[in-house]
């Protein structure tokens, strides 16, 4: 499932939710990601979360409907929220669900690479110094493409 | 055609959106583009360097090389950051 969302979630329901009453599954797996409150050097007050509506949903999709393919899973879950977030607040969830940990684990971390070089989404960072742009970064992609050989 | 700016690409050009009749002559991604840099400003600026430009036409992500046509959705965005 897939939620493209600006408000919080409830990250224990949206846990407890995942695979709900189906006895197949023997282990959940998640990530949840933050907003830190420093980049570099510099402190970090607020960021802001652009996307592309429309296609944000189709390219989450198809990330999950690609780790189902890779992984026999239960249940899978991705939210990630947009607009103005402050450190602490949660950007993003992924969680699955499956019969063994591994499958759980090994999606999960897959969702998530693959999700920070594809989905659509870009983040504006409120500095002392003022806005700017979050450039992405090398070891992002790295991270992504080591799924990519299997 | 509509072509729309997320991010810097939308600070740099200033619009969000824009509808665009592409004239005879431009078929692909790369003809887009140098048809966009050729009207100067903040349309060259934004798209000197097209390492860090990446393009999607009708919500997928695409090539320098992809055929686009006039009832196209083309995006024009940097790398992308969320997570």
């Known amino acids: ?150 | 055609m509509k072509l729309l700016y997320f991010a810097w690409l939308r600070s740099k050009t200033g619009v969000a959106e824009e509808t665009l009749s592409p004239p005879p002559g431009v078929t692909t991604v790369a003809g887009l583009i140098e048809h966009l840099r050729a009207r100067g400003g903040g349309y060259a600026d934004a798209l000197k360097d097209l390492s860090c430009v990446r393009v999607a036409v009708n919500q997928e992500f695409a090539e320098l090389d992809q055929p686009i046509a006039a009832g196209d959705e083309v995006a024009l965005f940097p790398p992308v950051t969320g997570g």
């Open chain 1, 1 to 150: 499932m897939i939620k493209v969302q600006r408000e919080d979630f409830d990250l224990g329901a949206e846990l407890s939710a995942l695979g709900r009453g189906n006895l197949r599954v023997g282990g959940v797996a998640s990530f949840v990601g933050l907003v830190r409150d420093i980049a570099g050097d510099q402190a970090v007050g607020a960021m802001t979360l652009e996307h592309y509506p429309g296609m944000t949903e189709k390219m989450l999709a198809k990330i999950e409907a690609e780790a189902r393919q890779r992984w026999q899973l239960e249940d899978c879950l991705i939210i990630h929220r947009f607009g103005r977030l402050e450190p602490g607040e949660r950007i993003v969830l992924v969680g699955t669900a499956a019969a063994h940990r591994q499958a759980a684990l090994e999606a999960c971390a897959f969702l998530i690479d693959w999700l920070k070089t594809k989905a659509p989404f870009w983040k504006l960072e409120e500095t002392a110094g003022g806005s700017r742009w979050v450039a992405a970064r090398a070891s992002d992609d790295e991270a992504a493409a080591r799924w990519s050989a299997r």
